[in-house]
């Protein structure tokens, strides 16, 4: 059971930007150690540190991605930082219910649910606005 990851991260998910998928490769770190400690029974004691580190990584992440944005003049720039603000709302939220309930997996489906959305549907939406940025650096 230990080898299983909760989020497994795929080539395609690079976005092509290295800070960027530096960044995202930790979110998904965090996510799947959280996981992993509610596999072991240690989930409700890994509540309060998965949540900080979500919290202020998360923060550290959207300033890159506002900085990048900006750098490149995406015009749907205020969206953006509208979608971040929502989602240091719901995690808040959410985390209280799974500290309420109890209950460390509320908190996880809603990483991966929003996860899934930041990567597949946030990210396609300015994805053709970092082409010029992509990095040539071999990985």
């Known amino acids: 059971m230990l080898n299983v990851l909760y989020i497994v991260w795929q080539s ?8 960027i998928d530096e960044q995202h490769r ?10 992993y400690f509610i596999q072991e029974g240690w989930g409700i004691s890994a509540l309060a540190p998965t949540l900080s580190i979500i919290k202020s990584y998360s923060a550290f992440h959207f300033k890159t991605e506002e900085g990048i ?30 500290i309420d309930y109890r209950d460390p997996s509320l908190l996880l489906k809603f990483l991966r649910d929003w996860w899934v959305n930041h990567l597949h549907t946030e990210h396609m939406e300015y994805a053709a606005s970092l082409g010029k940025l992509k990095d040539n650096t071999p990985r």
């Open 12 to 19: 395609e998910d690079d976005l092509g930007v290295a800070i």
């Open 26 to 35: 930790a979110i998904v770190a965090t996510i799947n150690s959280l996981y």
């Open 69 to 98: 944005l900006s750098k490149v003049g995406y015009q749907d720039i205020q969206k953006h930082i509208a979608a971040q603000k929502k989602f240091s709302r719901e995690v808040d939220a959410v985390a209280r219910e799974a």
